[in-house]
């Protein structure tokens, strides 16, 4: 299925340890590029974030961000820095031997001191889990706008593609009447001049002029790269870099085209087959 390289996708999770939340946004680039940004407890998981996201894209530039808000733990008691408390205490009687007016020691300040409460641990391989679990969810939803759109791109590059088969075909069917109206005009020409024609001759130049003129190879062509395009665009893989190849080749031959032409005919079917090439080229550099 045919995916486009840009979308976007935002997914939330509340639990009793906080809440997740991923953000996902891909633009087109040659390869595949990722730039996260994640909270500094997750920095670790970088890794296997990057492992995540590269085993379900393969082309695009990707903005990751993750935001972690911790949730309130409860607690069914306090736990104390005994050593911390006790060096604190013996600090304070120290310091009241030399006072003349000693105070007694504020239990509740000795609480408040930096360090004397100890936080009980966050259990991060739990939400290390849920954060992956939670980026799968993201990507799933990033994959599946991406497939939506490359379904709208596909429908405009095969629009472009028929109206280029068309025009190959009328191209083709102008070829007799253009090469006998060449042949005409040559004649006529000549007998202008009031000059005595040699037929051999004539007949050799106006073999050669066709050969010239021929452009039954680059029509063969471009048809049989416009069949490759519509067979590419149903494959179930990434083929951005083969529709790019594509777009090459099609412009090459239309080329051609028009530097072979001897009828205005012929130019404004070139001319027209390479506004569409171009206009096909866009949608394509967003292909994956």
Request: glycine residues 4%.
């Amino acid at each position: 299925m045919i995916k486009s390289m840009t979308a976007f996708a935002r997914v939330q999770q509340s639990e009793d340890f906080g809440t997740l939340t991923w953000e996902l946004r891909t633009v087109n680039s040659r390869y595949l590029d990722i730039n996260c940004r994640l909270p500094e407890d997750f920095r670790a998981q970088e890794t296997r974030i990057r492992e995540c996201i590269n085993n379900r894209l393969q082309r695009g530039k990707v903005e990751c961000g993750l935001r972690f808000i911790a949730g309130t733990q409860t607690q069914t008691g306090i736990d104390i820095n005994e050593p911390l408390v006790k060096s604190l205490i013996d600090a304070c009687q120290k310091i009241n031997t030399r006072l003349h007016q000693p105070s007694e020691i504020n239990p509740t300040e000795l609480l408040a001191w930096p360090g004397v409460v100890v936080e009980p641990e966050r259990d991060y391989k739990h939400i290390y889990e849920a954060s992956e679990a939670l980026l799968n969810n993201a990507l799933d939803q990033l994959i599946e706008n991406r497939e939506r759109e490359g379904e709208r791109l596909k429908e405009l590059i095969l629009q472009r593609c028929l109206s280029m088969q068309g025009i190959v075909k009328e191209v083709r069917e102008q070829l007799p009447e253009i090469r006998q109206r060449y042949r005409e005009k040559l004649t006529a020409r000549l007998e202008e001049l009031q000059e005595s024609i040699d037929r051999d001759r004539l007949e050799q130049e106006l073999v050669y002029m066709a050969q010239k003129m021929d452009v039954d190879e680059e029509l063969d062509r471009l048809e049989a790269h416009l069949k490759e395009l519509c067979e590419v665009l149903d494959r179930d893989e990434a083929v951005g870099r083969r529709l790019d190849f594509l777009m090459q080749e099609l412009n090459r031959e239309a080329n051609t085209l028009a530097s072979k032409s001897a009828d205005i005919s012929t130019t404004q079917a070139s001319v027209e087959l390479k506004v569409l090439i171009e206009q096909m080229r866009e949608q394509v550099q967003n292909i994956e």
